[in-house]
């Protein structure tokens, strides 16, 4: 088995600030995901990276960056935090890019913003 | 684009109580649907998924029948315990051959079962 550990828990940052979030995974996996999640709203994506290096858009990525310097870890920066952010940000891994797989959770971070 | 619709945004029942949560998706080709649950303090985990018109996915006690004909994948369990208590989100996946491997979810839907 395998885990993905998303650090930290918990981002206290002021508005207009630069905050970012960390995501490793030991599952071995091309794969990784970042998701927000809001409640009513559920799971839109931000970011996706199929392999190191690469990184594709997803549905929300406005106001967000990425990177995915080695294949374990995937980063993602808010690049000026918004009182309306204010959401858990949850990264997830699957083996590879083919329809279908299961993609694999960490517990999530949860952004506030004073 | 790819969307899923759950019905019930919260679900209050007791022990030992019939559950369905409602799920109906719009997408064209065949996508893979998928029920995933997150306990509190948890990231969502794969409760199972389905691949084809009329299969059957199952997983502690929970069942869901793949239907292309009315495109939905409702959730079902007999009778619910108050361990059952989660957030459950209906999902599917990109087209086959898209290689993206990114799901869409639906809006997740609470479920309180009472002791």
């Known amino acids: 088995g395998g885990i993905i550990t998303q650090t930290p828990k918990f981002l206290i940052g002021q508005e207009g600030q630069k905050l970012t979030l960390k995501c490793q995974q030991n599952?071995?996996?091309?794969?990784m995901y970042w998701y927000r999640q809001d409640s009513g709203k559920g799971l839109r994506l931000i970011y996706y990276s199929i392999t190191e290096n690469d990184l594709q858009k997803g549905d929300l990525s406005e106001g967000y960056d990425a990177s995915r310097e080695k294949k374990s870890s995937f980063s993602l920066t808010v690049t000026s935090a918004q009182k309306n952010e204010m959401a858990v940000f949850l990264c997830?891994?699957?083996?590879?890019?083919?329809?279908?797989?299961?993609?694999?959770f960490g517990e999530g971070s949860r952004l506030i913003v004073v | 684009g790819d969307s899923v619709t759950q019905t019930e945004g919260q679900v209050a029942l007791s022990e030992e109580d019939f559950l369905t949560i409602h799920c109906n998706y719009s997408?064209?080709?065949?996508?893979?649907l998928f029920w995933y649950v997150q306990y509190p303090g948890e990231g969502p985990q794969l409760l199972f998924r389905a691949s084809r018109d009329k299969e059957k996915g199952s997983s502690r006690g929970f069942e869901a029948t793949y239907d292309k004909g009315t495109t939905s994948f409702h959730l079902r369990k007999a009778s619910v315990q108050e361990s059952d208590s989660a957030v459950y989100y209906c999902a599917l996946s990109d087209q086959p051959g898209a290689n993206t491997g990114k799901l869409t979810f639906g809006h997740g839907t609470i479920l309180r079962v009472h002791p």
């Open positions: 997408a064209s080709g065949y996508p893979t």
């Open positions: 997830a891994s699957s083996i590879d890019r083919r329809s279908g797989n299961t993609l694999y």
């Open positions: 599952f071995n996996h091309d794969t």
